[in-house]
């Protein structure tokens, strides 16, 4: 289905964030990218590997996570080569993490390679769309462009950022007949607005998906972040000698913390050198337990949506709910409707969906009062 | 406060009844006697014995309870002598169990004895107010009634059986100067016939308390149920002899089951051998957890009623929740309000206070399914 592999093309799998309104299932040490969300008998970062690895072939896709995590990500993905994990003692933000693997790939295969760049946590239904998606943001991307992959806005939401199209570019890349001009990124719009971006047809949500050549990624950041790029090419240099650890210890702390749209996409955009390739493939974040429930089949007529073991459920006359049953315990339903209950070991978060998204200042209050045994 | 021990009284506690709509907590091996509901360090069940051991005296205190319980009643309460407990193979409801105590009792200390019987599973806040109605029960006793403590309504209650009260006693038995005739016993009510209740003044909840002499129960039992009067009296001549086991296993297993209101306190009621004292001593029978909600300390201003640690109850913006926490696992509560949420080892409900009746559903639900393991 997704046919031929890309020579040319290496995939970055940046697998950071914990997923906070995820709790108690996210947890600082079991990022929701560790996780099988959908129970498919995958966890995220599997299904981004694999779904990858069709595309740029072994070899060609590594991860850059946190130190802490790259022990469960090798065991998640033995497939990985031990040079293809890249550790990251701290967290610096997207710019950082995309700057450093493509410099160190660029280093390993030469500038000219198209690198691409795509979370550990997001699902995606149809592989072969996505597939074909990819191809057309390659060729954009060997054009010259820093292409993303715009995602086709279903509904209205509230909780991505947009991008708007501008002009075609199917008769200057004929290899991207569905690839546009990126005219802005803007950010998470109120409700209002995203009603009105469904409706003009020209604004796709921003998944955080950029394909573009080594190159032209070094070469923009060395224009727009002078210093970082400086500093992302002094730790590509000692990466693969005995240097590295020291030089990341000296000088990886200290680069600046900012997200690949703000660095890159957005300044670029307005210079014309950003394309997009609209997506249609099904594509969520799961970015709280109500955007799981879209992903979950229903466990019976009332719709309530499970993950987990369905004997573990009981219900009475409940409807709509979100269960995660992870305990191996009885979870006892009588007259629940649209209720959020995520059964852990230790922990057990009760929630209406509608309140899903106040997941992450749950999360807080717990920090707060200082339980970081369950966070 | 509670003054001199009643010589002559000897109080039975019948320790029956599993208690279904407290399920995850009370289950058929642990019924809710068994467990400590006000969180207060004292089981009901050692509650209703300390209680009564300070009006009738050691040694004057019996239980009757189901064959798989006595070890643990025997644990809870070491106090009670070896013959002090008497153990059903099945249970034969109320009649029988007060009906062989007494008349065990009977054969060891006589007949003109007064007997009271006191369900295990039962809260009562003032034991002085508690201690006053059974003197006066046991004065009316010996005048020759079956005495009840009927317990004032504080609320239109659908949930209990109602006491009509008749004539004040005051006259003809001066030491119960509160107690009067029982005019009937009423089944329980629809919430309009409960409000009518209240407002006469004349009706009391049953609680089945009754205070009696072992003759005169016996006596009435020959007259209303002379085939179940015959079956008490062979296996009482036999309980105190080698024969016991032999005759319980016969005997026992065929008598009638109905309870004490049906075969002795309705009909004498009708000739008026049945006498009351009001009891305003702050009971409850914790038939459900909206109940146990009544006697539970809030535990923070957003009126969550809470038993168990408070340390493993981390809440957002929710209230006026029963939430009890044996699991030894945080419950976090966003935005979740008049919710009942019951977290055991094994098994876990939710469900909304206002329809803590229905967990009996949920309970026979679980049998239908064969979850027998929870039950």
Not at 65 to 72: I, N, S
Not at 267 to 287: C, K, R
């Amino acid at each position: 289905m997704t046919g031929e592999k890309i020579d040319d093309f290496y995939a970055i799998i940046p697998a950071g964030g914990v997923g906070s309104r995820l709790w108690p299932i996210s947890r600082k040490n079991r990022p929701k990218f560790l996780y099988d969300f959908l129970g498919s008998g995958s966890t995220l970062i599997q299904s981004t590997y694999l779904r990858l690895v069709a595309l740029a072939g072994e070899g060609h896709v590594v991860v850059s996570t946190g130190e802490k995590h790259v022990d469960a990500v090798r065991e998640q993905i033995p497939a990985l080569a031990d040079d293809a994990v890249f550790a990251e003692p701290v967290g610096r933000d997207s710019t950082a993490a995309i700057a450093l693997a493509t410099a160190i790939l660029a280093r390993r295969h030469g500038d000219d390679i198209v690198v691409g760049s795509f979370a550990a946590d997001h699902v995606i239904r149809d592989q072969a769309a996505f597939a074909k998606s990819v191809r057309e943001a390659v060729a954009a991307a060997r054009a010259g462009y820093v292409c993303t992959i715009g995602i086709a806005a279903s509904r209205p939401s509230t909780a991505f950022g947009y991008i708007r199209k501008g002009d075609s570019l199917a008769s200057s890349v004929p290899d991207a007949p569905d690839a546009f001009t990126v005219r802005e990124f803007v950010e998470k719009p109120d409700a209002a607005t995203a009603q009105a971006y469904l409706i003009t047809g020209d604004y796709h949500w921003n998944a955080g998906m950029f394909v573009m050549r080594a190159r032209t990624l070094l070469d923009r950041l060395a224009q727009y972040k002078p210093q970082m790029a400086q500093q992302i090419a002094q730790i590509a240099d000692a990466w693969d000698t005995p240097r590295r650890a020291e030089t990341m210890a000296s000088v990886w702390p200290a680069i600046e913390k900012i997200a690949f749209d703000y660095s890159i996409a957005e300044p670029l955009a307005a210079e014309g050198g950003v394309a997009m390739v609209p997506g249609g493939f099904g594509w969520d974040d799961i970015g709280d337990f109500n955007s799981l429930a879209a992903l979950l089949p229903s466990h019976n007529a009332q719709n309530i949506k499970l993950l987990g073991d369905p004997d573990n459920l009981v219900q009475l006359d409940s409807a709509g709910d979100v269960i995660v049953t992870e305990a191996g315990r009885t979870i006892a339903l009588l007259g629940v409707n649209d209720m959020v209950v995520v059964d852990t070991p230790d922990a057990l978060l009760v929630a209406p969906r509608a309140r899903s998204q106040e997941v992450k200042a749950m999360v807080a209050k717990l920090q707060e009062i200082g339980r970081d045994d369950i966070l």
